[in-house]
């Protein structure tokens, strides 16, 4: 509906009983109601327009910001893996340097042979076999039973610092004998601590001096270095001290013949609660077949 000025004057000159300011008011009120319905319906379409226009945009920048965040993604997966192989190649590249150590401080010992690898396999199949039990379930991780088998080749990469007349000598030692070749559990755990003084996140290093200094501890203190008991004893310490004496009782020595398995199996049971920890000597007796052929490299514990 349209209004012009002409009109008003003319009705207001014929209705000469009509209230002429308020028909004023009454028309532009209507004239601004229309008006602002034609501004808010003009605003409303242009907010639109606007919002559509962002939309847009907005959705653009998303579609940019996702493949930009895809394409890092990409990157950063690529340098993570780089990375590991690089760290996995200088950490096998200084494994390997070590176990050369350890078998070239071996090779004065004839009678020792490939124990650091049998060790190494026993070690690992307990660990794998403990994981079951409720107790260490959470303790022992995939990460635990690679750095024991990885470690457990240095426990007695002490004997480089005795005497060969004592570490060769093919009968028994005398008491001052045995004092002295006692001592490579702590060359052995000092050598090891000087270099973790370095790399103290090192975790392969840390088993390895706890295993070191602890294989010669006993379940009931009789043992040495410290005469350490019971759970004093690091795990990783009691796990080698039972294998390590199961592949020196199976191997030929200058002093002694090769003791058969089951024979084995009684002087390790013999040691139950006193050289060894019960739940080990429990777990080693129920699974002894396991250990047996662990030993003669018959399985691989990694791949059980």
């Not at 490939?114 to 060790?119: G, L, M, P, S, V």
């Not at 006692?182 to 000087?194: F, P, Q, R, S």
Request: net charge negative; proline share 3%.
């Amino acid at each position: 509906m349209k209004f012009h000025l002409e009109d008003i004057g003319e009705f207001v000159s014929k209705n000469s009983n009509i209230n002429t300011d308020l028909y004023i008011k009454m028309f532009f009120d209507m004239f601004s109601s229309n008006l602002d319905n034609k501004i808010q319906n003009r605003l409303m379409t242009d907010l639109m327009i606007k919002y559509s226009q962002l939309s847009k945009t907005f959705e653009m920048q998303n579609k940019v910001l996702k493949e930009t965040e895809e394409k890092l993604q990409k990157y950063n997966n690529q340098l993570e893996e780089l990375v590991d192989k690089k760290v996995k190649e200088v950490s096998d590249s200084q494994i390997a340097t070590i176990y050369a150590l350890v078998k070239l401080a071996e090779s004065r010992d004839d009678d020792t042979g490939d124990h650091i690898e049998r060790t190494a396999r026993l070690c690992s199949l307990m660990a794998k076999l403990l994981r079951g039990v409720p107790k260490y379930s959470l303790y022992i991780d995939d990460t635990y039973i690679e750095n024991i088998y990885k470690s457990s080749p240095l426990h007695d990469i002490g004997k480089v610092g005795i005497p060969d007349n004592i570490l060769l000598k093919p009968g028994k030692l005398t008491e001052d004998e045995i004092e002295i070749m006692k001592t490579h559990v702590m060359i052995g755990y000092n050598t090891l601590k000087d270099v973790y003084n370095n790399y103290r996140q090192n975790k392969f290093l840390e088993m390895g001096m706890a295993i070191t200094k602890y294989h010669h501890e006993k379940w009931d203190g009789s043992g040495y270095p410290d005469g350490a008991k019971g759970d004093e004893i690091p795990l990783s310490g009691r796990i080698m001290a039972i294998v390590d004496v199961y592949d020196a009782l199976r191997s030929k020595r200058v002093y002694k013949d090769a003791f058969p398995h089951e024979l084995c199996c009684k002087i390790i049971a013999r040691g139950n609660g006193t050289s060894f920890d019960p739940l080990l000597v429990d777990i080693f007796l129920n699974n002894h077949e396991l250990f047996k052929q662990a030993r003669d490299g018959l399985i691989d514990p990694l791949q059980l």
